[in-house]
């Protein structure tokens, strides 16, 4: 090959076919795979495969969606079904697309040593897995996804390499000691040759985005690059993808994973920020989980209860400044002025449930009202909700931490590492062997779950969240401006209400074991119960709420334990009935059109409908709605 300057090599070679297997020889020392290889079909330590990138898309009118409309599910491709590829996700599209997902998270895809990995030990940043199917897999799946309808975004790692079959260092200086990260070397993003560097991993993320039509990107963890220099790599990396986009005439955008706190990640440049789209909130998720839990280990020592959830749900971040007990430093800076659109948040991940001693799910910790609650806590919030994959049913099996390294000393140092960490946890006990295939395997989804019981009802409650965030204006719309929330400590309640300009929603979430009586200051008006934890449709012992009730500046509500109520209120120009007590005018009578218990949400009673402002309204009929019956079809 021929030196073409700054470190670069360049040869022309005829008549290669796709399938063929090469090696690069180093100064004639040592034969190693393609650093930006396509494909490793016998490893990481294999030869690299030339392909065919050629792919016949049929997402020609893809252009992407609005931020806005995001609803993250993200999945691991390995345990989400029992063949672990590409192609075997495809036959779930349609469920996920009825339940409201909109946009699919998957995991890091880069090739790692074995079968059986997270993704974040990746050491071929440009091949995908070949475990999952490889690119031209991948090339179908994300086809398959536009045309359902959903966004695909990729989880990609640029803060570390993995420690298996990592060769970059043979080929220049990828690599610096001036800084550490948990995970082994920092890549050299600041030092003597780190402008090909950045280009290495840069041209890594528009490769995403053009060859394999990517619409997002997750940038693992970006708290731990560092970048000295006066433009980073982080910023020209924001550029080079926000200009690929408009080049494209496509939403694509970036979303970085970081633990600081800090709002200028997602500030736009002219402002002194990074202006990447979106921001995970982790003091979200924290929050959340204690009120549910009750757990006060490791950083959950620095979350408390109520205040702590609705200041969240009032800025964003908790920690704006504060001192945290468990950094002990002041942590974060203030968010409040930062859109709703550019916060995620969940009620479960990879990382809150996999960096578990035993990668124990919500579903195994909480009740099955607890779980509802989670949902209508997550899913009526104005941020961009991420679900994890089986979070909707309540899946039982774990996700746990599993590897399939080759090097003995290194499988001994991830088992040696996993200790540690849950030590400063607190945790005590036995964890799962990372390296056992048995760890592997019971980690993976039991779809059968989905069908009956609980599962089911759970799933259909998510769905019917999903509806209502997508079709009710108030809160389609995200917007912090348009939100008031009112905690109330004592008894552990949260009252938050939304508003546009055509209506309003209000919603209550109970954290708490026992029934509770809430006088709550609720602007005059009619309000109709649009959705209730406690009804026997979502397997509660019936709704305490009337279907309609009448406030004249305060209501007294009436809560069970871990439920969560919805109401909605029309106003003058707009008066929209939900589907609890939606009533036709049948030859003067008023008819009430309720569901089956256990039934799954019915659409055609489900959709509001509008009565002018002059209509004649019959008076309330002030009855509980516990005595569901079958669905009925609307009139027109």
């Known amino acids: 090959m021929e030196a073409v300057g700054d470190g670069y090599f360049h040869a022309v070679v005829e008549d290669i076919a796709a399938g063929a297997l090469y090696r690069y020889r180093l100064n004639e020392e040592k034969e190693r795979p393609d650093p930006a290889s396509r494909y490793q079909p016998q490893g990481v330590h294999g030869p690299s495969q030339i392909i065919d990138r050629r792919f016949s898309w049929k997402d020609s009118g893809w252009r992407g969606l609005p931020l806005e409309s995001y609803v993250l599910y993200e999945l691991h491709v390995g345990t989400f079904t029992a063949q672990g590829t590409f192609d075997a996700i495809t036959p779930r599209l349609t469920t996920l697309k009825d339940l409201g997902v909109t946009a699919i998270e998957l995991m890091p895809l880069a090739q790692y040593s074995g079968d059986r990995n997270w993704g974040y030990d990746g050491v071929y940043a440009y091949a995908v897995q070949a475990s999952y199917g490889g690119p031209l897999a991948l090339k179908a799946f994300v086809n398959a996804c536009h045309q359902h309808g959903i966004a695909v975004v990729l989880d990609v790692v640029y803060n570390h390499v993995g420690p298996e079959g ?63 220099s006066s433009r980073t790599f982080l910023e020209e990396l924001r550029a080079a993808v926000h200009s690929k986009a408009k080049e494209l005439d496509r939403d694509v955008y970036l979303f970085p994973e970081s633990n600081r706190n800090d709002a200028r990640v997602v500030c736009a440049p002219g402002a002194g920020g990074w202006g990447f789209d979106a921001v995970w909130n982790d003091d979200f998720h924290h929050s959340l989980h204690v009120l549910l839990t009750g757990e006060r280990d490791g950083y959950y020592e620095d979350f408390s209860g109520i205040d702590d959830l609705a200041s969240c749900y009032r800025e964003g971040f908790l920690y704006a400044g504060q001192y945290s007990k468990y950094r002990q430093r002041r942590h974060g800076n203030s ?41 209508g806590t997550l899913l009526l919030s104005p941020y961009l909700p991420l679900l994890f994959m089986g979070e909707e049913y309540g899946e039982s099996a774990p996700f746990q931490y599993f590897v399939s390294h080759g090097d003995p000393s290194l499988i001994e140092a991830v088992r040696r590492g996993r200790r540690e960490e849950f030590a400063r946890f607190g945790w005590i006990g036995e964890i799962p062997d990372p390296q056992s295939e048995a760890t592997f395997l019971g980690c993976k989804l039991n779809w059968d779950l989905q069908s009956g019981g609980n599962h089911r009802v759970l799933w259909h409650f998510y769905q019917e969240l999903l509806r209502l965030r997508r079709e009710v204006s108030p809160l389609a719309k995200l917007d912090k401006d348009a939100l008031e929330v009112t905690p109330f400590t004592r008894q552990k309640a949260l009252l938050v209400r939304r508003w546009d300009s055509s209506s309003q929603i209000l919603f209550v979430c109970h954290f708490d074991g026992f029934p509770i009586e809430l006088r709550s200051p609720i602007p005059p008006g009619r309000w109709h119960r649009a959705l209730d934890s406690e009804d026997e449709r979502w397997g509660g012992k019936g709704s305490q709420a009337l279907a309609v009730l009448e406030s004249q500046g305060e209501l007294q509500l009436s809560l069970g334990p871990w439920a969560v109520l919805v109401l909605a209120q029309a106003t003058e120009s707009d008066k929209t009935l939900t589907a609890v007590e939606r009533s036709t005018q049948k030859k003067g009578k008023r008819e009430v059109l309720r569901s089956g218990i256990g039934a799954p949400p019915c659409r055609d009673i489900s959709v509001a409908i509008r009565v002018s402002s002059d209509s004649h309204l019959p008076n309330i009929l002030r009855v509980f709605g516990t005595s569901p019956g079958p669905c009925k079809e609307s009139e027109k």
């Open 166 to 228: 990592n060769y970059l260092a043979d080929f220049g200086p990828y690599f610096t000691d001036l800084y550490r990260t948990p995970w082994g070397q920092a890549i050299n993003f600041d030092e003597a040759g780190s402008d090909e560097v950045r280009r290495y991993f840069i041209e890594n993320a528009l490769q995403w985005i053009t060859d394999f039509h990517v619409d997002a990107l997750r940038l693992d963890a970006i708290h731990a690059i560092v970048d000295l």
């Open 335 to 375: 968010s409040k002025q930062i859109p709703a659109k550019r916060f995620i948040v969940c009620a479960q991940n990879h990382d809150q449930v996999g960096n578990r001693r035993v990668g124990d799910r919500l579903a195994q910790l909480v009740s099955f009202e607890q779980l509802k609650l989670a949902a």
